[in-house]
Structure formats: structure tokens, C-alpha cells
């Protein structure tokens, strides 16, 4: 009966376990806290009244434009023109350095011990290619021969005397060669500049304006050569050197148009004188030509022309005298300007385009610096031919 009471033991050892077990788990549960319950989910909450806007309704302003701050461009420093009288003397040097050698030759002809017919005939071919031409040769020779003994003279200072003497009289120094830059009245002078291509004609209008700034006169200057565009860019920089304003037009523009705005500017501003450069024209086109004409007519319905140069190129010789006439019948040229009268170029010409047109060289350009254009004075040109 033993493996009973074992059997019953082991029996109640397992409930006791179990027993213990359990209220180890109760306990456990109970010190556990308590499980909140999950929200309840809400119903979708039906849309109320309030308005609803769109992006459409909304008025906004656009954000006032930021002004850059002004930068102030640099102060251009004009140029202070050279004044005319001081420019001559320095031509004159550079004209007596430039015909050095031909005055050598013909002061070496008078002053040889005898002066012959071969003598004569060497002087004579010296003048002729000097471009003085046949003309003003003989009638120079023939007053040297008169004053000076055939066989020769003793004294070499007064041959050179009477020849200074006798080409003096042969550029006409008694000629008026003032320029008319001054109009009547309200109006403005007027200077009306033409001239073939190449003969340096608006460099001349702007070396002539730096001129008659460096006298204290207002200036206007018109391009009327609207057939280049180089030509109204290169005016403008000349005028914007010394403050002077360029009228211009589009390229190919009328020209006469562009002349008349200029002049009519030049009134209406009180303006002292208007230079108008025209388009460079052969002699040979007679539509050039005839609208040159038209040009100066246009511009004289607001003020009359005071003067009308011609540019020629002193190292042309005959081809010059022949354009000089031509433009002489179109547009009554009052005066000369000679560009190039150094290096190549002969002084003689001088005296023939005086003599050709009846009308005197007012300005001379030596060299190709900004105010190497000055007055034209007789004296002082001779002096120069003869190197002194």
C-alpha cells in the first residue's frame, strides 16, 4: 500500500504548485496599470460656412522696383586747343625744315659768282616743279633779272632779299584772309567745308573747330556726309574732345536734311558758328556735285553761308587746280584750306590755286597732329619756303 501514499503525495505537491502559481499571476496582473481605451475615431466634420478663398482672389501688389544707386561717370577732361598764334611759328618751322633743299638750291643759284642764261634756266626749272607753274616763273624771273645784274652779284644776301621779296608779292599778302564765322543778327556763321575724298576734309572741320574754340566760340558741327558711317563717328570724337556737339542722321540719310538740323540747332541755341562737313565728291560726278549744291541752298533757308571752304591736298599739283574749278562754279568757294603742305608737297601750288579761283588759302595744315592747322600768313610762308 506504499504506492499509494506516494502516488496521493505526489498529487497534492502538483496542487500546491499550480496553486502557487496562480497567485503569482494574479498579483502580477493587478500591479500592471490600467489600459487607456483608444480614442474613438471622429466622424469627418461636414464643411461649415466660412468662405473659402482662392489663390485668384487674392490681390497682391507686386514689390516696387529697387532703383540701382547712381553711379557717376568720370569727369572727361576737355582739351585746351592750341591758339592760333602760337600754332604759326611752329609751322613755320616745320615748313622751312620740310623745303630745306629746295631753298638751298635757289639761294645757290643767285649766289654764284656769275649768273648766266644756264643759271637762269636751272632756276627757272626749280620754280616750275615747286608747282608754282609757267606763269608766276616767268613773271618771278623776269623781276629778278631786272633788279639783278646779268653777271652775277657781289652780294649773295640781297639776291636772296629780292627773291623773298618778289615771292611775297607773287602770294599776295594783301588779300583778305579772315575767316566770316560770324552771321548777322540772330544768326550763326555759317561754314560750309567740301572737298574731294581723301584731301582730309573732316579733319579739317575738326581742327577748324578746335581753332575757333581756342578763340572762345560756341561751335556746332554737322556731318553731312551720311554716306560713311566713319565719317559722322570721326567728327563726333573730334567735337567731344574739345565739347562741341556733332549733329548727325542714320547713315545714307539725306544730307542736306542732316545740314539744315545742324544749322537750325545752331540758331536756336545762339550758337557762334556751325561747320557742316559734306560727303567727299569727285569734280567728275555731276549728281555729287548738284547735290552740293542743293545742300548749301537748304541750309540757307535758316542762315545764310558765311563761308565756304575748299579742302584741296597740297601734294596733288594740277589735279588740284582742276577741282578747284569745278567746285568753284558749284558752290562759290570764299577761301582755301591746303592739308599736306609738308613732306611732298610743293608751295608753289599756292600761288596758282589763288590765281585759278580768284579767292586767297585762309588755313594751312601741316603735319598730322590735332592742332597742326593754322592761319595762312604770306610772310611767314615764304620765310618758310626759303628754310628760314
Same mark, same amino acid.
Given at each position: 500500500?506504499?504506492?499509494?501514499?506516494?502516488?496521493?503525495? $505526489?498529487?497534492?505537491?502538483?496542487?500546491?504548485? +499550480?496553486?502557487?502559481?496562480?497567485?503569482?499571476?494574479?498579483?502580477?496582473?493587478?500591479? !500592471?496599470?490600467?489600459?487607456?481605451?483608444?480614442?474613438?475615431?471622429?466622424?469627418?466634420?461636414?464643411?461649415?460656412?466660412?468662405?473659402?478663398?482662392?489663390?485668384?482672389?487674392?490681390?497682391?501688389?507686386?514689390?516696387?522696383?529697387?532703383?540701382?544707386?547712381?553711379?557717376?561717370?568720370?569727369?572727361?577732361?576737355?582739351?585746351?586747343?592750341?591758339?592760333?598764334?602760337?600754332? !604759326?611759328?611752329?609751322?613755320?618751322?616745320?615748313?622751312?625744315?620740310?623745303?630745306?633743299?629746295?631753298?638751298?638750291?635757289?639761294?645757290?643759284? !643767285?649766289?654764284?659768282?656769275?649768273?648766266?642764261?644756264?643759271?637762269?634756266?636751272?632756276?627757272?626749272?626749280?620754280? $616750275? +616743279?615747286?608747282?608754282?607753274?609757267?606763269?608766276?616763273?616767268?613773271?618771278?624771273? +623776269?623781276?629778278?633779272?631786272?633788279? =639783278?645784274?646779268?653777271?652775277?652779284?657781289?652780294?649773295?644776301? *640781297?639776291?636772296?632779299?629780292?627773291?623773298?621779296?618778289?615771292?611775297?608779292?607773287?602770294?599776295?599778302?594783301?588779300?583778305?584772309?579772315?575767316?566770316?564765322?560770324?552771321?548777322?543778327?540772330?544768326?550763326?556763321?555759317?561754314?560750309?567745308?567740301?572737298?574731294?575724298?581723301?584731301?582730309? *576734309?573732316?579733319?579739317?572741320?575738326? *581742327?577748324?573747330?578746335?581753332?575757333?574754340?581756342?578763340?572762345?566760340? +560756341?561751335?556746332?558741327?554737322?556731318?553731312?556726309?551720311?554716306?560713311?558711317?566713319?565719317?559722322?563717328?570721326?567728327?563726333?570724337?573730334?567735337?567731344?574732345?574739345?565739347?562741341?556737339?556733332?549733329?548727325?542722321?542714320?547713315?545714307?540719310?539725306?544730307?542736306?536734311?542732316?545740314?539744315?538740323?545742324?544749322?537750325?540747332?545752331?540758331?536756336?541755341?545762339?550758337?557762334?558758328?556751325? $561747320?557742316?562737313?559734306?560727303?567727299?565728291?569727285?569734280?567728275? *560726278?555731276?549728281?555729287?556735285?548738284?547735290?552740293?549744291?542743293?545742300?548749301?541752298?537748304?541750309?540757307?533757308?535758316?542762315?545764310?553761308?558765311?563761308?565756304?571752304?575748299?579742302?584741296?591736298?597740297? %601734294? %596733288?599739283?594740277?589735279?588740284?587746280?582742276?577741282?578747284?574749278?569745278?567746285?568753284?562754279?558749284?558752290?562759290?568757294?570764299?577761301?582755301?584750306?591746303?592739308?599736306?603742305?609738308?613732306?611732298?608737297?610743293?608751295?608753289?601750288?599756292?600761288?596758282?590755286?589763288?590765281?585759278? !579761283?580768284?579767292?586767297?588759302?585762309?588755313?594751312?595744315? =601741316?603735319?598730322?597732329?590735332?592742332?597742326?592747322?593754322?592761319?595762312?600768313?604770306?610772310?611767314?610762308?615764304?620765310?618758310?619756303?626759303?628754310?628760314?
Amino acid at each position: 500500500m506504499n504506492w499509494m501514499y506516494v502516488f496521493w503525495a $505526489i498529487l497534492a505537491a502538483f496542487v500546491l504548485v +499550480t496553486a502557487a502559481a496562480a497567485v503569482v499571476a494574479l498579483r502580477s496582473r493587478r500591479e !500592471l496599470p490600467p489600459v487607456e481605451p483608444a480614442d474613438e475615431l471622429l466622424p469627418a466634420q461636414e464643411p461649415t460656412d466660412t468662405e473659402v478663398f482662392e489663390p485668384t482672389d487674392i490681390d497682391l501688389e507686386p514689390a516696387p522696383p529697387v532703383e540701382p544707386e547712381p553711379v557717376e561717370e568720370p569727369a572727361v577732361a576737355l582739351e585746351v586747343p592750341e591758339a592760333p598764334a602760337s600754332r !604759326l611759328a611752329r609751322l613755320r618751322r616745320r615748313l622751312a625744315g620740310s623745303n630745306n633743299a629746295r631753298a638751298r638750291g635757289l639761294a645757290d643759284l !643767285l649766289s654764284r659768282d656769275r649768273i648766266d642764261e644756264d643759271t637762269w634756266d636751272d632756276f627757272e626749272t626749280t620754280l $616750275i +616743279t615747286s608747282d608754282l607753274g609757267v606763269g608766276p616763273t616767268t613773271e618771278l624771273v +623776269t623781276a629778278l633779272r631786272r633788279e =639783278l645784274a646779268v653777271d652775277g652779284v657781289s652780294d649773295p644776301a *640781297k639776291a636772296r632779299e629780292v627773291l623773298r621779296r618778289e615771292l611775297v608779292a607773287l602770294v599776295q599778302p594783301d588779300l583778305d584772309r579772315s575767316l566770316d564765322v560770324t552771321g548777322d543778327g540772330d544768326d550763326p556763321g555759317v561754314v560750309l567745308v567740301v572737298g574731294v575724298n581723301g584731301t582730309g *576734309k573732316t579733319t579739317t572741320v575738326g *581742327k577748324l573747330a578746335r581753332v575757333l574754340v581756342a578763340e572762345g566760340r +560756341t561751335v556746332v558741327l554737322g556731318a553731312a556726309d551720311t554716306f560713311r558711317a566713319a565719317a559722322a563717328e570721326q567728327l563726333t570724337t573730334w567735337g567731344e574732345r574739345v565739347g562741341v556737339e556733332t549733329i548727325r542722321g542714320p547713315e545714307g540719310s539725306d544730307p542736306a536734311s542732316v545740314a539744315f538740323d545742324a544749322v537750325s540747332r545752331g540758331a536756336a541755341e545762339n550758337i557762334d558758328t556751325v $561747320i557742316v562737313d559734306t560727303a567727299g565728291r569727285l569734280h567728275t *560726278k555731276t549728281g555729287l556735285m548738284d547735290e552740293l549744291g542743293k545742300v548749301k541752298r537748304v541750309i540757307e533757308k535758316t542762315a545764310p553761308v558765311t563761308e565756304v571752304l575748299l579742302v584741296l591736298d597740297a %601734294t %596733288t599739283g594740277q589735279n588740284g587746280l582742276t577741282q578747284a574749278r569745278i567746285f568753284a562754279e558749284v558752290v562759290d568757294v570764299t577761301g582755301i584750306v591746303l592739308t599736306k603742305l609738308d613732306g611732298s608737297a610743293k608751295g608753289g601750288i599756292v600761288v596758282q590755286v589763288q590765281r585759278e !579761283l580768284g579767292v586767297p588759302v585762309k588755313l594751312i595744315g =601741316l603735319g598730322e597732329g590735332v592742332d597742326d592747322l593754322a592761319p595762312f600768313d604770306a610772310e611767314q610762308f615764304v620765310a618758310g619756303l626759303l628754310g628760314e
